[in-house]
């Protein structure tokens, strides 16, 4: 569920590249911020040690693109 938010959160930085909106990049950050919240007290508690380290390893890619990304065309967003 979280790698599906995180994901959700990837696309709300894409869209608001495509509209050059500041609001869809503060939803984008504050939702990848309850991810990790998410991530660190519930997934790590609750899950088997094999799915949390595809979770963190799916998000740790997907922030990295979203970073890479928002660097990518952080003029535009300007």
């Known amino acids: 569920m979280t790698f599906l938010w995180v994901l959700e959160a990837l696309g709300l930085l894409v869209l608001s590249i495509t509209l050059k909106e500041k609001y869809y990049r503060?939803?984008?950050?504050?939702?990848?911020?309850?991810?990790?919240?998410?991530?660190?007290?519930?997934?790590?508690?609750?899950?088997?040690?094999?799915?949390?380290?595809?979770?963190?390893?799916?998000?740790?890619?997907?922030?990295?693109v979203m970073n890479s990304s928002f660097k990518n065309y952080k003029d535009r967003l300007d």
């Open 26 to 64: 503060y939803v984008s950050l504050s939702v990848v911020g309850l991810c990790i919240v998410r991530l660190m007290f519930f997934d790590l508690s609750n899950t088997d040690f094999l799915i949390r380290a595809l979770v963190l390893l799916g998000v740790g890619i997907v922030l990295l």
